[in-house]
């Protein structure tokens, strides 16, 4: 069973920069697509960011530009760094590992537990 543990997060001015990361516990991170999702209060959980185990990148538009996801398999570490940050990216920040079947089939089989990002204006 992969753990997964996000830090990183706090309070931090519109304009500035915070870089999450993830540790992973257990084997077989390497092979794994890794994901970043948010949760703004009173919003549903949404897509920042995913990495393939090859390092093919994609991001939600709200994060294009501004956002960047890496990892680092000889740490087990999945990485989100966030500039520019805005008010409305505050939220919980939550890592997720997909288990992929398919090109079209990616389903997420773990979550960490979450940490906080603060925008303040």
């Known amino acids: 069973q992969v753990q997964l543990v996000e830090s990183g997060g706090g309070l931090v001015q519109a304009g500035g920069s915070l870089r999450l990361s993830c540790a992973a516990s257990?084997?077989?991170?390497?092979?794994?697509?890794m994901g970043w999702h948010r949760q703004a209060p009173g919003k549903q959980r949404e897509l920042v960011a995913t990495?393939?185990?090859?390092?093919?990148?994609n991001y939600a538009d709200a994060a294009k530009g501004r956002f960047t996801i890496s990892r680092d398999n000889a740490k087990n570490t999945v990485y989100l760094q966030m500039n520019s940050l805005k008010p409305e990216d505050t939220g919980v920040y939550y890592c997720?590992?997909?288990?992929?079947?398919?090109?079209?089939?990616?389903?997420?089989?773990?979550w960490g537990q979450g940490t906080q990002v603060t925008v303040s204006s």
């Open positions: 257990g084997t077989g991170f390497s092979i794994n697509a």
């Open positions: 990495i393939t185990a090859g390092g093919s990148t």
């Open positions: 997720n590992r997909y288990s992929i079947t398919t090109p079209a089939n990616w389903a997420i089989v773990s």
